[in-house]
């Protein structure tokens, strides 16, 4: 029985890896969990897993929930230190770290002193510190199992190879909800659109990340620091089926591939049971025949500029990396709640870029200045 740490329980990963957990009972024990504000959501959630400690966002959301779960016997704490003690509750062994932004790091970093393994879908936290959390990873020898579907697939095609035969990695990308459309068309997108994703259904954030393409530059920094990879040797290839999730080219020129439909509970019950595998009988197969036709395309740099600055950000490296993630998480609220327009995402990002004097090596510190000072200079743009 493995138990675990949840954070955030409430979201579409949460909840996928509740259902996971519920599919295999005498496997899965879920200890200690978070979300942020939904209370009624995660009351449902206490009541049917029954973990012993539950972090929430903030003092109001504590006493909402309070009331709802009177009788019921679980801790329930707020705050970032709520949300560390969540991560590291006692006899944890695997941390599912699903909360959304930056605000995941700090969290992972503790349960990575504390010996847990991370089962990671919160790519926010590699590319605002890549180099911290592999470090830390590393000095405690710490498995950081990926979520992300791609980086599932990449850690699949990689099982009994040799890393230092690989040529390159190829990251596929939907293409988001807005593939079809010419730069031009995309000038007066509405949020409603922009949220309709056809291929996957996902939280906010990363809905409208897939639409800007933020999201594929944000995995290409997570996949190099996953697998150690140079920018060099990352490629990102437009599949708009998400069959293939992502594929490995070795030096003998095979390339490896990782198929199967598109659900999340696959990439995270393989993170939470690897090396082994279980059934998962509620997932659809993978009948070739009836897709048909699989469909590939070049990455175009210029339609999609976010791609670009996040490729160049992880070259520069520092804190640069750091200042896109804030810039986007920043423009990417201000958008959803319609204070501006979509192309600005990408406009107000490259402008945090370009003002930014990057820090070389930064320290966590360094890095949470570096985030709050850029989050006030988006926030400047904005109003
Ligand atoms: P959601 O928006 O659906 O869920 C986010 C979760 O985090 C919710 O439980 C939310 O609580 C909680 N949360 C938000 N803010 C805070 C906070 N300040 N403190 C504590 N908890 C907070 O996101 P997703 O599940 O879509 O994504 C989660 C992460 O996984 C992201 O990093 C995303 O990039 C990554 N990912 C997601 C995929 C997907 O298919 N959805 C695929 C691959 C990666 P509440 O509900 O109360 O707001
Ligand atoms: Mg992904």
């Given at each position: 029985m493995?138990?675990?740490?949840?954070?955030?329980?409430?979201?579409?990963?949460?909840?996928?890896?509740?259902?996971?957990i519920?599919?295999?009972?005498?496997?899965?024990?879920?200890?200690?969990?978070?979300?942020?504000?939904?209370?009624?959501?995660?009351?449902?959630?206490?009541?049917?897993?029954?973990?012993?400690?539950?972090?929430?966002?903030?003092?109001?959301?504590?006493?909402?929930?309070?009331?709802?779960?009177?009788?019921?016997?679980?801790?329930?704490?707020?705050?970032?230190?709520?949300?560390?003690?969540?991560?590291?509750?006692?006899?944890?062994?695997?941390?599912?770290?699903?909360?959304?932004?930056?605000?995941?790091?700090?969290?992972?970093?503790?349960?990575?002193?504390?010996?847990?393994?991370?089962?990671?879908?919160?790519?926010?936290?590699?590319?605002?510190?890549?180099?911290?959390?592999?470090?830390?990873?590393?000095?405690?020898?710490?498995?950081?199992?990926?979520?992300?579907?791609?980086?599932?697939?990449?850690?699949?095609c990689?099982?009994?190879?040799?890393?230092?035969?690989?040529?390159?990695?190829?990251?596929?990308a939907?293409?988001?909800?807005?593939?079809?459309?010419?730069?031009?068309?995309?000038?007066?997108?509405?949020?409603?659109?922009?949220?309709?994703?056809?291929?996957?259904?996902?939280?906010?954030?990363?809905?409208?990340?897939?639409?800007?393409?933020?999201?594929?530059g944000?995995?290409?920094?997570?996949?190099?620091?996953?697998?150690?990879?140079?920018?060099?040797?990352?490629?990102?290839?437009?599949?708009k089926?998400?069959?293939?999730?992502?594929?490995?080219?070795?030096?003998?020129?095979?390339?490896?591939?990782?198929l199967?439909?598109?659900?999340?509970?696959?990439?995270?019950q393989?993170?939470?049971?690897?090396?082994?595998?279980?059934?998962?009988?509620?997932?659809?197969?993978?009948?070739?025949?009836?897709?048909?036709?699989?469909?590939?395309?070049?990455?175009?740099?210029?339609?999609?500029?976010?791609?670009?600055?996040?490729?160049?950000?992880?070259?520069?490296?520092?804190?640069?990396?750091?200042?896109?993630?804030?810039?986007?998480?920043?423009?990417?609220?201000?958008?959803?709640?319609?204070?501006?327009?979509?192309?600005?995402?990408?406009?107000?990002?490259?402008?945090?870029?370009?003002?930014?004097?990057?820090?070389?090596?930064?320290?966590?510190?360094?890095?949470?200045?570096?985030?709050?000072?850029?989050?006030?200079?988006?926030?400047?743009?904005?109003?």
């Amino acid at each position: 029985m493995k138990k675990i740490s949840l954070l955030g329980a409430t979201g579409s990963i949460g909840i996928q890896t509740l259902d996971v957990i519920a599919a295999h009972p005498e496997e899965f024990k879920l200890v200690a969990m978070s979300f942020g504000s939904n209370y009624k959501s995660g009351s449902e959630i206490i009541k049917k897993f029954k973990p012993q400690f539950v972090a929430v966002k903030d003092k109001e959301t504590y006493d909402h929930l309070k009331q709802e779960l009177s009788g019921e016997s679980v801790k329930i704490g707020y705050g970032q230190e709520a949300l560390i003690e969540a991560a590291v509750f006692d006899g944890v062994e695997i941390l599912v770290n699903a909360v959304v932004g930056s605000v995941g790091l700090i969290p992972t970093l503790k349960a990575i002193e504390n010996k847990i393994t991370i089962a990671l879908a919160n790519k926010e936290t590699l590319v605002t510190a890549g180099h911290l959390v592999t470090e830390h990873a590393k000095k405690y020898n710490v498995d950081i199992l990926p979520v992300d579907s791609e980086h599932s697939a990449i850690f699949q095609c990689l099982q009994g190879e040799n890393v230092k035969s690989i040529e390159r990695l190829i990251v596929t990308a939907s293409g988001g909800s807005f593939r079809d459309k010419k730069r031009e068309e995309l000038v007066d997108v509405t949020v409603e659109q922009a949220l309709n994703h056809p291929n996957w259904s996902m939280g906010a954030k990363i809905t409208i990340d897939s639409a800007t393409m933020m999201n594929k530059g944000l995995e290409v920094i997570e996949a190099h620091w996953l697998f150690n990879m140079p920018y060099e040797k990352i490629d990102v290839l437009l599949h708009k089926e998400s069959i293939i999730h992502s594929l490995v080219e070795f030096h003998d020129r095979s390339i490896i591939a990782q198929l199967g439909s598109p659900d999340m509970r696959v990439p995270i019950q393989y993170a939470l049971t690897y090396p082994e595998r279980l059934s998962l009988p509620e997932v659809k197969g993978l009948e070739l025949w009836e897709v048909g036709k699989l469909h590939f395309e070049k990455a175009d740099f210029n339609r999609f500029r976010c791609l670009q600055f996040a490729f160049d950000s992880g070259k520069i490296g520092g804190t640069m990396p750091t200042v896109l993630n804030a810039a986007n998480e920043e423009a990417v609220a201000a958008f959803l709640k319609g204070s501006i327009k979509f192309l600005q995402i990408e406009e107000f990002i490259e402008r945090a870029m370009d003002k930014h004097v990057c820090i070389a090596q930064p320290g966590l510190e360094q890095i949470q200045e570096v985030d709050q000072r850029t989050r006030k200079f988006v926030q400047t743009l904005i109003s």
